[in-house]
């Protein structure tokens, strides 16, 4: 019998497991597809929320540690394991949208109260120096060059190999469906297969996570459908990662581009749709016009775990003993994964947190008022 059980095995779940492990903990992951096979592997991978600015502090307090975090963690992985996650500093360059309430000034605020190296740039031929292929619609912006990507694929893979070569368990294709509880206390779960018992059980399912009897009325986290394509190019054809009005290009080491992502709030629906690939190809090349000359390769779709305030859920249950909550990272998961797979550690083992917890709780507010969604795109 397992110490704890840790129900979802994409990057959020796998990270978490992984320390628990470190840690000394009996841990049993469960996934029900394979491993990282939900919006883990579907992302585009920058260590940085899009628009930072615009997140609460709960969020970039996450972000901050994990950009520490990875570097070191991929080593690890690499040593582990012997693959490289492709973890490269690409930098971004964000248009400024003042329309959607980028104020120069608390931009600027914001990255010095983070100790964000940033600079804003409204000349084309200095813009034209970070990334040469840019297009007339560049025109201004913030340029963060410290800023980091890895590659969704290979980290979920490098990931996968470290639990084999650790020896820490995990099944896949293995849904659980229910979270048993007897007298207000975690038992243990039930699968298609068998019931497994443990004192402890993280909730790691992603947009999942509230489809359990024991989440539906207190985890507000919902599917949120995102699209990309990728384009066939050569390496270093284009340098940086470059983001406007919520779209976005991603260089890869071996010459992919990715071209990203739409918002689509329609439930457990991953097709593909011939609206984003236009949507999707018409601002890359907005971005970017020589995308307009390259082949694209691939279009898929995610289901990111949507709560509107990208504020997630890291914490135990209120009412419920031994189970915990790590879900609703929505467009940041590796992002924050990191930094909070340490955090529901410090909670799970009940040690004193290496920060303040409460926003994170089922009590507080990880919705805004209204539908704002694209308050943080």
């Known amino acids: 019998m397992p110490d704890c059980i840790v129900v979802g095995g994409g990057v959020i779940g796998l990270m978490t497991a992984r320390q628990l492990y470190l840690q000394g903990v009996d841990v049993l992951l469960l996934e029900k597809g394979p491993l990282g096979g939900e919006s883990s592997w579907a992302g585009g991978g920058i260590v940085s929320p899009l628009y930072p600015w615009r997140y609460a502090d709960s969020v970039n307090v996450l972000a901050e540690r994990s950009k ?9 992985l690499l040593q582990e394991t012997g693959l490289d996650c492709e973890l490269i500093t690409s930098g971004l360059f964000t248009v400024i949208d003042e329309s959607l309430g980028d104020n120069p000034q608390q931009i600027a605020d914001w990255g010095k109260a983070w100790s964000v190296d940033m600079h804003f740039i ?63 206390k975690v038992t243990g779960v039930r699968t298609q297969q068998e019931t497994l018992l443990a004192d402890k059980v993280i909730i790691a399912s992603g947009a999942w996570s ?15 459908k995102g699209q990309m394509i990728m384009y066939k190019g050569e390496p ?32 457990f629906d991953k097709t593909i749709s011939e ?37 997630p859920y890291i ?4 009412d419920i003993a031994g189970l915990y909550i790590h879900a609703g990272h929505f ?26 917890i409460e926003p994170y709780s089922l009590s507080a507010q990880h919705y805004l008022d209204g539908n704002n969604w694209m308050v943080i795109i």
């Open 210 to 224: 509230a489809q359990f009897s024991v989440t539906q009325a207190s985890v507000d986290v919902v599917p949120v």
């Open 275 to 311: 609206e984003a690939h236009e949507e999707l190809h018409r601002a890359a090349v907005e971005l970017v016009p020589l995308l307009d000359n390259l082949p694209i390769e691939r279009q898929w779709a995610g289901l990111r775990p949507g709560t509107e305030k990208g504020i």
């Open 68 to 76: 520490k975090i990875y570097p070191d963690l991929v080593e690890k």
């Open 236 to 267: 270093d054809l284009v340098k940086r990662i470059v983001l406007s009005q919520g779209h976005y290009i991603i260089p890869r080491k071996d010459g992919h581009i990715l071209a990203g992502s739409t918002l689509e709030k329609i439930g």
């Open 331 to 356: 467009r940041n998961g590796i992002v924050l994964g990191a930094a909070s797979a340490e955090l529901i550690t410090d909670i799970v083992l009940d040690r004193k947190p290496w920060c303040d």
């Open 315 to 318: 914490c135990q249950h209120d």
């Open 122 to 184: 409204n000349d084309a031929g200095a813009i034209r120096e970070i990334e040469k292929t840019v297009g007339d619609a560049v025109d201004k912006g913030v340029w963060m060059p410290d800023i980091m990507q890895i590659r969704n694929p290979k980290f979920v893979k490098a990931l996968k190999a470290s639990f084999d070569q650790l020896s820490i368990p995990y099944r896949e294709h293995c849904a659980v469906e229910e979270i048993l509880v007897e007298n207000n």
